[in-house]
């Protein structure tokens, strides 16, 4: 059974979609990216081999159904930092990760800096590289926080687009976004994805997994994949999908997820 629960979090209430939380699980907490929600993983809770596992996938502050404060940075280590908060305050000493996008930067910059809450790995297209962060570079783009202002509607409805199943998911959850919380977050992904995260990600003592869809404009080249290879990293393609894969084609994205859970 799926419910919504609200936890008070250091100050910042936040909104999860959980289906249980037994004591004695490792649960799945699913991190959504910039400009996203957790329903971006709702269709988890419908898939045999996930939702037999503790579920937990919050919305992250500024984003969803959390609190949106204006005094928060929305910095991705603080937002790191708050998933560990999150398993502390259910009583969850570690957890596996699955994240996308710019929850992918989220969940690396966990891992690095607390090695011993994260069970495993399962990102989903990772910025692990500036030119990956096109959407972020995009509202940079348009100046300051002040300057992104009075253009935020106009970014959004860029994505109306009711012939785009995808783009269309994306404007419905950037409606529940405000403009400083996209705008830092996006500015601190920028930030995180240097050169180090990449090199962070190969480097790090878990078990990790990549997941790309098939038909995505995330550059990946030969030499990532080797990469990938070398340091015991799973390599996974989606197939009929883009950056979006979650809502592209959920029963394969939910079928490898769940492969990777329970091998």
């Known amino acids: 059974m799926t419910t919504e629960i609200r936890l008070d979090i250091k100050s910042l209430n936040i909104c999860c979609r959980v289906n249980s939380c037994d004591m004695d699980d490792i649960p799945v907490i699913m991190v959504h990216g910039l400009g996203g929600s957790s329903s971006n993983f709702a269709k988890a809770f419908d898939f045999s081999g996930i939702n037999n596992r503790t579920l937990i996938i919050p919305d992250l502050p500024g984003f969803g159904q959390s609190c949106k404060p204006f005094d928060f940075s929305y910095d991705l280590l603080e937002q790191a930092k708050l998933l ?11 957890a596996d990760i699955v994240a996308h996008s710019m929850g992918g930067v989220i969940a690396i910059l966990l891992a690095k800096s607390f090695p011993e809450k994260v069970n495993r790995l399962i990102l989903a297209e990772p910025n692990l590289k500036p030119e990956n962060a096109k959407i972020s ?7 300051n ?9 106009i970014f959004i409805e860029k994505f109306n687009k009711p012939g785009s199943p995808s783009a269309l998911r994306f404007y419905n959850t950037l ?22 995260l990449y090199e962070d990600f190969l480097s790090l003592d878990v078990r990790r997994h990549f997941i790309r869809g098939e038909k995505s404009t995330h550059d990946i080249d030969s030499g990532t994949l080797e990469d990938f290879k070398k340091t015991g990293i799973g390599f996974h393609l989606i197939p009929d999908a883009g950056h979006g894969m979650m809502g592209d084609n959920p029963e394969a994205f939910y079928a490898n997820v769940a492969r990777i859970l329970n091998d």
């Open 84 to 94: 560990v908060d999150l398993m502390e305050k259910l009583k969850f000493p570690r």
């Open 137 to 143: 570079v995009t509202i940079k783009s348009f100046g």
């Open 145 to 153: 926080e002040e300057d992104f202002t009075g253009n935020f509607n």
């Open 175 to 196: 409606k529940q976004c405000t403009y400083y919380s996209l705008y830092r977050s996006a500015v601190s992904l920028i930030k995180h994805s240097h050169p180090p």
